[in-house]
């Protein structure tokens, strides 16, 4: 009687599961033949939230800049009038998309703050900047001379949220092309080859009044 009782269970076991393979399956929304697919977000080549000081970016101050963590974020304070100053982390990339949440703490209505690019060193690199005022533009660092790329001068937007409102800004170089955004919309895209590589970086400058205060957080380099 053992031996039959165990053969009936398996016997059992064997319609059951019989049974169970030709039902359709509730639970699944895909059709016969097809699987989920899950969709990836973009890869992250580096990013920083400034949460901690001994990231590696710069820390230094003089008497017309000063570099620096703070508040949880990272600050670029300019104390001259007509100067850029700037802070990279040390890292080398090719083709990136580059964001930061922004904003100025203090400064006069044309400060400016923005990204960098392809930086090889202090006198050569791209970047994208905005300003307080609305206007932005996109530059080339060659040899120590700033110059406008694609525009005969600087042009404004609405787009860009003024006076001491936060922005968030992207600056995307791909191949000969760079582009600026100010909070998801595109405001310029030129090309230039001069650059193919180099480091990333937070930039801030003043015109005819000094004190610019910009303050930098959340920055993520992507893959394009």
């Given at each position: 009687?053992?031996?039959?009782?165990?053969?009936?269970?398996?016997?059992?076991?064997?319609?059951?599961?019989?049974?169970?393979?030709?039902?359709?399956?509730?639970?699944?929304?895909?059709?016969?033949?097809?699987?989920?697919?899950?969709?990836?977000?973009?890869?992250?080549?580096?990013?920083?939230?400034?949460?901690?000081?001994?990231?590696?970016?710069?820390?230094?101050?003089?008497?017309?800049?000063?570099?620096?963590?703070?508040?949880?974020g990272y600050h670029i304070l300019v104390?001259?009038?007509?100067?850029?100053?700037?802070?990279?982390?040390?890292?080398?990339?090719?083709?990136?998309?580059?964001?930061?949440?922004?904003?100025?703490?203090?400064?006069?209505?044309?400060?400016?703050?923005?990204?960098?690019?392809?930086?090889?060193?202090?006198?050569?690199?791209?970047?994208?900047?905005?300003?307080?005022?609305?206007?932005?533009?996109?530059?080339?660092?060659?040899?120590?001379?700033?110059?406008?790329?694609?525009?005969?001068?600087?042009?404004?937007?609405?787009?860009?949220?003024?006076?001491?409102?936060?922005?968030?800004?992207?600056?995307?170089?791909?191949?000969?092309?760079?582009?600026?955004?100010?909070?998801?919309?595109?405001?310029?895209?030129?090309?230039?080859?001069?650059?193919?590589?180099?480091?990333?970086?937070?930039?801030?400058?003043?015109?005819?009044?000094?004190?610019?205060?910009?303050?930098?957080?959340?920055?993520?380099?992507?893959?394009?």
């Open positions: 009687m053992k031996a039959k009782r165990k053969i009936l269970i398996a016997l059992s076991i064997l319609i059951l599961t019989a049974l169970a393979c030709g039902l359709p399956n509730f639970g699944s929304n895909d059709e016969p033949g097809q699987s989920s697919v899950v969709e990836q977000g973009p890869t992250v080549l580096y990013q920083d939230d400034f949460s901690s000081t001994s990231s590696g970016w710069d820390v230094y101050s003089d008497a017309d800049m000063t570099t620096d963590y703070f508040d949880g104390t001259a009038t007509q100067y850029y100053s700037w802070a990279n982390p040390g890292k080398t990339f090719t083709d990136t998309h580059t964001e930061v949440n922004a904003k100025f703490l203090a400064g006069a209505q044309d400060a400016e703050l923005g990204l960098i690019c392809r930086y090889q060193d202090n006198s050569n690199f791209y970047f994208g900047i905005v300003g307080a005022d609305g206007y932005y533009g996109i530059f080339k660092t060659l040899d120590g001379e700033f110059n406008l790329i694609g525009m005969d001068s600087m042009s404004t937007s609405p787009k860009i949220n003024q006076g001491l409102s936060s922005n968030k800004v992207r600056l995307d170089c791909v191949g000969d092309t760079l582009t600026l955004y100010a909070n998801g919309e595109i405001l310029a895209q030129v090309k230039d080859s001069q650059f193919t590589s180099g480091d990333v970086g937070l930039i801030a400058g003043t015109y005819d009044v000094a004190g610019t205060d910009a303050w930098f957080d959340d920055l993520v380099v992507y893959q394009p």
